[in-house]
């Protein structure tokens, strides 16, 4: 039977383009819904002609309990205090939710964490395979190079961007920092300025940087005397990140209720 899929956030850039690769997905998923603000100019256009893929006759909707019934699957690349609220109203329907949103504090989390004992929930900082395959390489290189070198994480984005680190350069200090037995609360190093004093081998630093149409850069630098590895991923359209999602969407479908993540979806765990 076909996975009925809704969009939050239909009109945003992932809005867009998750609606595009549901119409190329092959037919065991459907788009029944697409949501944005109530207040947005868009409500009651249609979906397809918003994403630049012809008439599809799913309308926009300003609200999602007015669709939530005719939906499997919601899938939300919004803002965290959207997506917190949407999970809610997931929760209250039995309806599974596919995370992209990046940003959220330690309490929404929390709120998250709790809703994915009542359904099933895939979240992930970056849906694209080749990040998740990074992900893996991170580790085994933290374990090989140990605390022979200096790690540092640089990420960069297009000039709308709104959270930083990104989502996706936090998981990579988070698996090295996991794999080196590390608290990357206690060793993370958000930029540096002015009299910083010499390098701690135990921190992990992060750079960041936000220009033009960078659609998501990520380097990790293991840095050892007389030698380095640098592990990178370039996404040069979210094309991979909407793949990733609508393969999760079909994935949670048959799931139980709790959290998994795109390693969950791809079979690497
Ligand atoms: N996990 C992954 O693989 C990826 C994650 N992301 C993350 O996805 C999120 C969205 O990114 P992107 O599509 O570029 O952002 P956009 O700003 O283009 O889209 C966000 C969408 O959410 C809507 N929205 C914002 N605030 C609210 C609200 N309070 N209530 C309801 N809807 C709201 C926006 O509507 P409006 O325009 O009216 O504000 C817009 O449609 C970010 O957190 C980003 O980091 C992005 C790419 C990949
Ligand atoms: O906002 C974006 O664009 C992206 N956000 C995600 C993140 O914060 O890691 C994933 C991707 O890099 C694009």
Redesign the pocket.
């Known amino acids: 039977m076909t996975t009925r899929v809704g969009i939050t956030g239909a009109a945003g ?2 809005g867009k383009t998750l609606i595009e690769a549901i119409a190329l997905a092959a037919g065991d998923l459907t788009l029944a819904a697409a949501i944005e603000r109530p207040e947005s100019s868009l409500v009651g256009a249609d979906s397809g002609e918003l994403a630049g893929q012809g008439r599809n006759g799913v309308p926009v909707v300003g609200a999602l309990e007015e669709v939530i019934a005719d939906i499997d699957v919601l899938i939300d690349f919004t803002v965290p205090d959207a997506t917190t609220a949407n999970v809610q109203t997931c929760v209250e329907h039995g309806v599974a939710i596919v995370i ?1 949103t ?2 959220f504090t330690a309490p929404q989390q929390a709120v998250l964490d709790a809703a994915a004992a009542q359904i099933p929930m895939c979240k992930a ?4 395979t080749g ?1 998740n395959l990074c992900f893996k390489l991170l580790d085994m290189a933290a374990r090989v190079l140990g605390d022979d070198v200096d790690i540092e994480v640089y ?1 960069a ?2 000039r ?4 930083a ?7 990579m200090g988070q698996v090295v920092a996991d794999a080196l037995g590390r608290d990357l609360d206690k060793v993370a190093v958000y930029g540096r300025e002015g009299q910083t004093g010499a390098r701690d081998r135990e921190t992990i630093g992060f750079a960041t940087v936000r220009a033009g149409d960078i ?4 380097t990790v630098t293991f840095a050892a005397d007389g030698e380095r590895v640098e592990i990178t991923h370039k ?1 040069s359209s ?1 094309m991979s ?1 909407a793949r990733g999602a609508v393969r999760a969407a079909g994935w949670l479908k048959s799931a139980d209720a709790g959290l998994y993540d795109m390693q969950d979806v791809l079979g690497l765990k």
């Open positions: 850039r992932m992209g990046t940003g900082s970056n849906f694209s990040v990420e984005h297009h709308h961007k709104i959270d680190p990104s989502g996706t350069a936090l998981s659609v998501g850069d990520h996404a979210r990140f």
